[in-house]
Nanobody
Framework: QVQLVESGGGLVQAGGSLRLSCAASGRIFRTYAMGWFRQAPGKEREFVAAIRWSGDSTYYADSVKGRFTISRENGKNTVWLQMNSLKPEDTAVYYC???????????????????WGQGTQVTVSS
């Protein structure tokens, strides 16, 4: 079992930055691919970013590429999402997700991830 707890959300002005953290329980964290999804009001949940278990490969949605950075430190069982140049359309609840090892690591579908955090609200004002 893996439990995920997000933190770091809040209210920020457009153009500002936030850093989300995700603390994971379990010794097997270091073998799991990790990611972030988000869901804006009235919209479907969407993929944001993913990072390989080793941390040496990352993948981003086009909407955040060049602005967001996902990283991890396995020794601390933690994943981060650094969000820069935030826009009002980035407003959403952000979810940390974890996937056990699969035969591929670029995982962009909700069904790819077995574990989800409770979410943290990010609000970007214009």
């Amino acid at each position: 079992q893996v439990q995920l707890v997000e933190s770091g959300g809040g209210l920020v002005q457009a153009g500002g930055s936030l850093r989300l953290s995700c603390a994971a329980s379990g010794r097997i964290f270091r073998t799991y691919a990790m990611g972030w999804f988000r869901q804006a009001p009235g919209k479907e949940r969407e993929f944001v970013a993913a990072i390989r278990w080793s941390g040496d490969s990352t993948y981003y949605a086009d909407s955040v590429k060049g602005r967001f950075t996902i990283s991890r430190e396995n020794g601390k069982n933690t994943v981060w999402l650094q969000m820069n140049s935030l826009k009002p359309e980035d407003t959403a609840v952000y979810y940390c997700v974890a996937s056990p090892p699969r035969n591929r690591w670029v995982l962009t579908s909700q069904s790819d991830y077995d574990y989800w955090g409770q979410g943290t609200q990010v609000t970007v004002s214009s």
